[in-house]
């Protein structure tokens, strides 16, 4: 098969193991961010199998109409709600999709993400980025950083990623409160954590804010803007989650009016963002990450071994973990 690969903007994919299991069929590897569906048809033609990393560009039925031979997309991770599964399977393209990249000896993809989440809360409460920087331009020691000892950190939502985030909290001598549904409160509460008696009280109360729920319909603008305008002026709000969480526009315009007083973000409405075009970026109290949460050496190979094993199953007739079989039925049809 030809297959393409692409938006591994790192490089990543020729250097695991999972390449060299490919040994034999024609591999195009595609490390440019462009995300028009034209032009990347145009460097896919020919290709019958790809392999996409994450949502890292939306695969829309303008996309999928003008890749005929295209017969297989393996996609990493489990979420595939950037593709249009609908044109996929009209057009005999199945689509697999891998589970969450687990570690030997079981556990999942979270470690990375609560790194970088305490990345982002210590460099933005101790200004790293502003103070790096400053000090290469032979300026010594121009801010003062806050220290997280004794502070309240908010955990919205404790999950995967928001109970570790939440014990490192309570490793650093933070106060730990958190807010979600009845689920994810229960399991805080029984680990010993507070909730919040309202989820007034939780925007009001935090210092550090890290939202860790899920992105779909039903929590997308869940994060709203009069919540926003509850925060403290000394707070940060932290989002390595995914950025339609909070309401469209309302982080900037909170961040303008003070509260919360900053931000870090890894996620953005439209990624990857490009030169200086979101408003975030020319904000000076808001610290900004190209969504490092997942992007590790060690979990990308985990996630491209994945996709490799749903692509040498479809070349050998066995596909596995397709999620639109109708594909595979329109496909059959096609060659009849």
């Known amino acids: 098969m030809k297959i393409g690969v692409i938006h591994d903007y790192a490089d990543v994919f020729r250097q695991t193991a999972a390449f060299a299991r490919l040994r034999g069929h024609e591999v195009e590897i595609h490390t440019g961010a462009e995300t028009d569906p034209a032009r ?13 990393t994450q949502q890292r560009v939306r695969f829309p039925r303008a996309l999928v109409e003008r890749l005929p031979q ?47 989440t305490w990345a982002l809360i210590l460099s933005a409460l101790h200004h790293v980025p502003y103070e790096v920087q400053r000090l290469k331009q032979g300026h010594w020691q121009s801010t003062v950083g806050t220290s997280v000892f004794g502070k309240t950190l908010g955990i919205y939502a404790y999950g995967h990623i928001g109970k570790p985030v939440a014990q490192v909290g309570r490793a650093f001598g933070m106060k730990v409160v958190c807010w979600g549904r009845e689920g994810s409160s229960a399991a805080a ?130 596909p596995i973990n397709v999620i639109n079989p109708e594909a595979l039925r329109n496909s059959a049809a096609k060659k009849e």
């Open 40 to 52: 990347l048809a145009g460097y896919l033609a020919g290709c019958e199998a790809l392999v996409l």
């Open 70 to 116: 295209l017969r297989f997309i393996s996609q990493t991770g489990r979420n595939a709600y950037h593709i249009d599964l609908q044109a996929c399977s009209e057009h005999g393209v199945a689509v697999s999709v891998g589970g969450t990249a687990p570690r030997a000896g079981g556990g999942g993809n979270f470690s990375a993400t609560v790194e970088l």
């Open 189 to 318: 509460r029984a680990d010993g954590f507070a909730i919040a008696p309202s989820r007034e009280a939780f925007f009001e109360s935090v210092d550090v804010l890290s939202l860790h729920l899920a992105s779909n319909a039903q929590t997308r603008g869940i994060v709203t803007a009069a919540d926003l305008a509850r925060m403290k002026t000394t707070a940060l709000l932290v989002n390595t989650s995914r950025a339609p969480l909070i309401a469209e526009g309302a982080l900037v315009a909170a961040l303008e009016n003070g509260r919360p007083g900053f931000a870090a973000v890894d996620v953005f409405e439209n990624e990857p963002v490009l030169g200086a075009s979101h408003p975030l970026l020319a904000m000076k109290n808001a610290l900004c990450t190209p969504h490092l949460g997942y992007n590790d050496r060690d979990t990308l190979a985990r996630f491209y071994e994945q996709a490799v094993d749903q692509l040498l199953a479809f070349a050998a007739g066995e």
